[in-house]
């Protein structure tokens, strides 16, 4: 009696789930093995496997992939109910077949099986497998979708887990072939003990239940890094990396300040935030609303300053379009930028409003003299590319210089003989210090 027969009897022969047998006894095609095949399925045997059976989705998946001559081999285990009762499998010499009702039978092997295993199977966060394990769109790696998530493979990084909320950021950005790459870490729980976070082969993903997923990337990752990660002044990303208005410059915002990166800077960690609005009456002629707002960000950034654009509304105001403001000097304020600084739609109570005019009266290219509780400023038309963020460095409490190279001249923004035009350690500390940066 073969121990092929043998294992029949133990299941019952042919009143077993296997019934009658539709073959004889035969040398498997790899040579080494034999097989029979029955009504309802089929056991094979080799010299160190020894016969262990195969039937239903399973059997037909392995059948589909080539028998004992594909990367499987021969069974090592009958198939068997999975500790969680949902469940059934098949170990195989080079991987593992499992099966449940809803998700239908995949395979799973090599590395990828290897940290499925260790991270506790299908009663792992994982649950069962998706798919069979595939070729990466790239051509590099490999990967298997669970039910709780994916683990992806390649030669350089290893097998690594990703899921929740960072998968779903990581896929949305295109998976591997976006700029982050291949995970280098399954999902880990930050130092802090707040958060979580996958590094990639070029940046990271963070989460936290109160910030949600973030990736940060590049020159900014490297001085969050540098500073501590989450544990620095910054704490946990709050956006994705995001263009300047202009393209020119780069920025990530963090629950406590931004980092700014331009190639004229390098990348700066921003400790304070202006809310910026911005109200338009007339648009610019000479430069754009974004090149006034990038160049803000660029100076402030030098004063650990950064800028948060919050909203832009068109305003339909003739009657104020040619703004009276008197003297512009601090305290006093006319009629009319009374009444045009009284339309705050959105504007919370330190944020810093601009207000797009065609121009002043008398002509000034911007005044920054506002009415007590609304911390604004006018900007005109055919104002220079420094303006804005001169005027609200006024808001900010800094005064006039007589330096053309620094943001603050007295002599005109036009006149600035250094772009970018300087913030000098002083100023910064009276700008950190207003109320309206937070």
């Known amino acids: 009696m073969s121990d092929i027969d043998v294992k029949y009897a133990q299941l019952g022969g042919a009143g077993g789930f296997l019934g009658a047998a539709t073959t004889g006894e035969n ?71 499992y099966w449940t009702p809803s998700t239908g039978a995949h395979e799973v092997h090599g590395a990828i099986r290897g940290l499925w295993a260790a991270k506790g199977w ?5 649950g069962y497998p998706l798919t069979d394990e595939s070729t990466t769109p790239d051509g590099v790696g490999r990967y298997n979708h669970f039910q709780g998530g994916s683990i992806y493979w390649t030669p350089s990084t290893g097998a690594h887990e990703v899921h929740g909320a ?26 802090d003990g707040v958060g979580r976070y996958n590094h990639f082969q070029n940046a990271s993903i963070y989460w936290t239940p109160s910030t949600g997923a973030h990736e940060v990337h590049g020159a900014i990752r490297a001085l969050w890094a540098s500073m501590g990660w989450e544990r620095s002044f910054l704490g946990y990303p709050t956006s994705n990396e995001l263009s300047t208005e202009d393209g020119t410059g780069r920025y990530s915002e963090f629950q406590h300040g931004s980092i700014y990166w331009s190639p004229a800077t390098g990348a700066l960690a921003c400790r304070e935030t202006v809310r910026l609005h911005i109200k338009c009456l007339t648009a610019p002629t000479r430069f754009s609303i974004n090149t006034m707002i990038s160049n803000m960000r660029l100076t402030y950034a030098t004063a650990q300053i950064g800028v948060k654009y919050v909203s832009f509304e068109n305003l339909n105001l003739p009657d104020l379009n040619d703004l009276d403001v008197g003297a512009c000097t601090m305290g006093s304020t006319t009629a009319e930028q009374n009444q045009l600084y009284g339309n705050r739609n959105g504007v919370a109570a330190n944020d810093v409003v601009v207000y797009m005019v065609r121009s002043t009266v008398p002509p000034y290219n911007g005044c920054a003299a506002y009415p007590s509780g609304r911390p604004s400023a006018a900007v005109v038309a055919g104002a220079s590319a420094w303006t804005m963020a001169h005027e609200v460095g006024h808001v900010l409490g800094l005064p006039h210089v007589n330096d053309s190279n620094r943001l603050m001249t007295g002599g005109g923004t036009d006149n600035i003989t250094n772009p970018p035009p300087d913030i000098i350690g002083s100023e910064a500390a009276t ?8």
Not at 431 to 438: D, E, H, I, V
């Open 166 to 191: 960072i998968r779903y950021l990581w896929s949305t950005l295109g998976w591997e072939r976006s700029f982050l790459g291949y995970p280098l870490t399954d999902e880990t729980t930050t130092p």
């Open 122 to 126: 299908e009663r792992s966060f994982l």
């Open 431 to 438: 700008m950190l210090a207003s109320p309206f940066t937070n």
């Open 27 to 97: 040398v498997a095609p790899d040579g080494i093995g034999h097989y029979r095949h029955y009504q309802n399925g089929s056991i094979y045997w080799s010299p160190s496997t020894g016969a262990h059976e195969s039937h239903g989705a399973i059997r037909a998946l392995w059948a589909a992939k080539g028998w004992e001559r594909s990367f499987l081999g021969y069974p090592m285990t009958d198939e068997t109910g999975t500790p969680d009762g949902v469940g059934r499998y098949n170990h195989f010499q080079g991987g593992s077949i």
